[in-house]
């Protein structure tokens, strides 16, 4: 009788442990805290002086919900003027319209400036959205955010110049720090939008003043910070969140709004935050005999950082943040705990089907399937085709592997002996035109994909790939045909924009 009761008291003990967490899982993440800085930088400070900076991070917008809504009014309360946003609009391999809803809201004296994040390249094809009119290669004559990729704008405010730099994805390899830094004039300070903050090294050895970053969603979970210390964890977590500095360089990075992964936050709330910058001498005195404790637990001490008291030229402090909590909902609830979400990604783009045509392109939605980007062209043609009554017009713009990424394409290529696709070359010069397949093994090195190079003559150009050829670039290991992931076609080392037709891409 007694161990009976002892189990059950067991069992109800567990029970609320585990019903403990998922409420303090809730709460964090369905609640905002709002964070106030102070900084005092006398290069900053001499252009934005008394003005008000919004940073917000990793939104992973699905939809416009009672999250969405409180930001919105909480930057309505606080007028802003600048908001800098650091990438990942979207939820993995998500829809643009619910965060572009939310961006356009975006309202700040000096501006509104965005870069993409790594979820961007999830979903690609819809990422054209943010800068260019809807189906069109004319980019928005007004944009809101204004979106910087791997480049600066030059912003005045009160007769002084200050520079705004953006870097593209570097967790997916698009950034370049000295391209987005070329014609920039050094004499002016410089803030630097990175979605991840693992450039953060580059950028301080290049003299950026004050670099903004997120991805990593302060560890989303507390016991991130802990695991860090004990197990090896990747190299960009070394930055989970807060301030950090090196040499002159300081950088600042989110905790950010939504999650990744896992459905849920816990003991790292979503944040927004503010800075007001400062060069006054006498402030800053005031303010570090104020807040001195603050102030030095505000600078992250790492390997790579600079002690506190050795910095001289940068003072933090801070007012205590506030959390706004969204109250409960039975959809919120479910989102929060939503663990088929977890499933669901982890098997995207599993389905396939009997057809052997790949992609013939004759309606519309062929064209949804295709990786848009900005100053790369699709549309349907009714010349050069082969099969059908279009064909594919691509125009593809200077660059070192500007091309076509075919994600969402039929899986199971074991019954073709032949992978075929006509291309038209309009041009009078032959074009080097590159092929790579992935299974699901192959990752994103070199020496696990299939990759092979075809030459485009001036006319119509019949590719023909034999598929038992389709092996690994180095231990020549045959691809899984069943378990194709991914095709890409490009141009490689682009120097000018190019003119292409692609028509009936089959296994035969």
Same mark, same amino acid.
Request: aromatic share 10%; with cysteine.
């Given at each position: ?12 003990i567990?029970?609320s442990?585990?019903l403990?967490?998922a ?10 805290e ?23 991070s ?5 939809? /416009? ?26 939820s ?12 356009? %809201? ?7 400036y ?14 054209c ?16 955010p204004?979106?910087l990729?791997?480049s ?23 950034? !370049? ?7 920039v ?9 990175s ?9 301080s050895?290049?003299?950026? !003043? ?10 989303q ?15 960009t ?31 790292? +709330?979503?944040?927004?935050?503010? #800075? ?10 005031? /303010?570090?005999? +104020? ?15 600079? %002690? ?20 409960? =909902? ?5 989102e ?12 995207a783009?599993?389905?396939? =089907? ?6 013939? #392109?004759?309606?519309e ?9 900005c ?11 082969t099969?059908?009554?279009?064909s ?5 713009p ?8 075919f994600?969402?394409?039929?899986k ?10 006509d ?17 699901n093994?192959s ?11 075809c ?15 389709? +092996?690994?670039?180095i ?16 141009i ?11 028509d ?5």
């Amino acid at each position: 009788m007694r161990s009976k009761r002892k189990r059950l008291y067991i069992i109800i003990i567990l029970i609320s442990i585990v019903l403990l967490f998922a409420a303090k899982a809730y709460y964090d993440t369905n609640s905002i805290e709002v964070k106030h800085y102070r900084i005092e930088n006398s290069s900053i400070g001499e252009v934005l002086s008394g003005l008000k900076v919004a940073h917000l991070s990793d939104l992973h917008i699905k939809n /416009m919900g009672l999250m969405e809504s409180e930001i919105l009014e909480t930057l309505k309360e606080e007028k802003p003027d600048l908001i800098f946003i650091t990438g990942d609009f979207i939820s993995f391999k998500g829809q643009y319209e619910p965060p572009m809803s939310f961006l356009q %809201q975006l309202r700040a004296p000096f501006g509104v400036y965005a870069i993409l994040g790594n979820t961007e390249y999830s979903n690609e094809k819809g990422s054209c959205t943010l800068c260019h009119q809807k189906r069109s290669k004319e980019l928005k004559e007004k944009q809101n955010p204004i979106f910087l990729r791997n480049s600066f704008i030059p912003l005045e405010i009160n007769g002084r110049a200050i520079n705004i730099i953006g870097v593209d994805d570097p967790v997916n390899k698009k950034s !370049d720090l000295k391209t987005s830094l070329k014609n920039v004039n050094s004499n002016h300070p410089s803030i630097l939008l990175s979605h991840s903050p693992e450039i953060f090294e580059e950028a301080s050895g290049l003299g950026i !003043d004050f670099l903004l970053a997120g991805h990593n969603h302060g560890g989303q979970i507390f016991i991130t910070k802990l695991l860090r210390k004990i197990i090896p964890l990747a190299a960009t977590l070394e930055y989970l969140d807060g301030f950090f500095q090196q040499g002159k360089g300081l950088m600042y990075v989110s905790r950010g709004i939504g999650t990744s992964y896992l459905p849920f936050r816990l003991g790292v +709330k979503p944040e927004i935050t503010f #800075f007001k910058f400062t060069n006054d001498t006498n402030e800053k005195i005031r /303010m570090s005999r +104020k807040n001195q404790a603050d102030q030095i637990s505000e600078i992250n001490k790492t390997k790579h950082i600079e %002690q506190a008291s050795k910095v001289s030229t940068v003072s933090i402090s801070n007012s205590p943040p506030y959390t706004l909590f969204l109250g409960f =909902s039975i959809s919120s609830i479910l989102e929060t705990f939503d663990f088929g979400s977890v499933i669901r990604n982890s098997f995207a783009s599993t389905n396939s =089907s009997n057809s052997s045509v790949l992609f013939d #392109f004759e309606s519309e939605s062929d064209l949804k399937k295709l990786n848009w980007e900005c100053h790369k062209w699709f549309e349907l043609s009714d010349t050069n085709v082969t099969s059908g009554k279009r064909s594919l017009r691509i125009i593809l713009p200077p660059g070192q592997y500007p091309g076509i990424n075919f994600e969402e394409i039929e899986k199971d290529w074991s019954k073709g002996n032949y992978l075929k696709m006509d291309i038209f070359n309009p041009s009078d010069e032959d074009i080097k035109f590159h092929v790579r397949i992935d299974d699901n093994k192959s990752g994103w090195e070199y020496v696990n994909r299939f990759d092979i190079n075809c030459e485009l003559k001036q006319g119509m150009n019949h590719i023909s790939i034999p598929t038992d050829s389709i +092996k690994t670039n180095i231990h020549h290991r045959p691809l899984n045909l069943k378990k194709i992931k991914r095709m890409m076609v490009f141009i490689p080392n682009n120097l000018q924009p190019h003119e292409l037709y692609i028509d009936y891409i089959r296994l035969e």
